[in-house]
């Protein structure tokens, strides 16, 4: 569960994709041990248990004892993919309850897909205790409130001190400085484009505006080399990118600010240019400025060069 809610890219422009990187801030660094084993027993009872397998929406059902006064991660279902580390992008279907209470107050079950999160922009007792874990793994965490949401209310459905209980399937996890593939194919002959691109495939990109280029009336994109992968559809897309404001003069990066971010496709903005781009491939996108339509006005035209690392799958 995120920490904060990161403001979704909804902006024509792009525009408020400049500020993101405050979207994202890393929580305290952890204080639990993030080995994804289940640490000293609770008491009087223990933890849960769960019913339901691997990809199924669980049923918890609590013991009479209080809640363990520390974070207890127990896996339960063991995966044989690649270990979760404490800093990744996060593929996962959860479902959460408050310790004690047969209400359900958040789970991506119910949901088309998957949720995607970094593991520096949720609650501390998800990134100790996914840390550690594998792809594939289904855990159990009870969260104390000192690694929730402490003594401060989630709405009425999470109170003021709540111990909190998750079951989280380990769908995928994509390193911070994951990027477009190494050995996508650049575009032949390459397009004539407004802007410069510098930084080679598998690594760090970067995009500036050439001096004197007009400022785009109409969003459009442009693959500049291609990915193997599966082509992108509605949902989920994960990507780094790069962008500045037309004039050059305001310029940010996923590379440098956190990593992966998911955004997505189908939803009316300027990231429903990804659909059916083929996954591992580089973009550039060239956005106008923002006239409104839900969008703040004012926001200017910006250019961004976008690796698609991965998507999210539908159910």
Not at 107 to 133: M, N, Y
Not at 170 to 187: F, L
Request: charged share 20%.
């Amino acid at each position: 569960m995120r920490s904060r809610r990161p403001a979704v890219l909804t902006v024509l422009a792009l525009g408020a994709a400049l500020t993101l990187g405050a979207c994202n801030d890393a929580g305290e660094e952890p204080t639990g041990e993030p080995t994804g084993q289940t640490s000293e027993a609770a008491p009087d009872g223990g933890l849960p248990t769960v019913e339901g397998g691997y990809g199924e929406e669980p049923t918890i059902t609590f013991p009479d004892s209080q809640a363990p006064a520390e974070l207890k991660v127990e896996v339960l279902k063991e995966g044989d993919g690649t270990e979760v580390a404490a800093t990744d992008f996060v593929v996962a279907d959860y479902h959460g309850q408050v310790w004690g209470q047969d209400q359900v107050f958040d789970s991506s079950f119910q949901h088309d897909e998957p949720s995607g999160f970094s593991l520096d922009g949720v609650i501390p007792g998800w990134k100790e205790g996914l840390a550690g874990t594998h792809v594939g793994d289904r855990v159990l965490l009870s969260i104390p409130p000192e690694l929730g949401y402490g003594e401060q209310a989630q709405g009425e459905s999470i109170p003021p001190g709540s111990t909190l209980v998750f079951v989280v399937d380990v769908v995928e996890r994509y390193a911070p400085d994951t990027n477009a593939q190494a050995d996508s194919t650049p575009v032949e002959p390459a397009p004539d484009l407004p802007v410069s691109v510098e930084g080679d495939l598998g690594a760090p990109a970067t995009i500036t505006v050439d001096d004197g280029a007009p400022t785009p009336t109409e969003p459009e994109a442009t693959v500049i080399a291609e990915g193997s992968g599966e082509p992108v559809a509605q949902g989920g897309v994960l990507v780094q990118y790069g962008i500045t404001s037309w004039d050059n003069s305001t310029q940010q990066s996923t590379w440098e600010s956190g990593g992966v971010r998911s955004v997505t496709v189908g939803a009316g903005t300027v990231f429903d240019l990804l659909a059916d781009v083929p996954v591992g491939s580089r973009v550039v996108i060239q956005a106008p400025p923002s006239q409104g339509s839900g969008q703040t006005p004012g926001q200017p035209a910006v250019a961004a060069v976008v690796d698609v690392v991965g998507t999210i799958a539908a159910r």
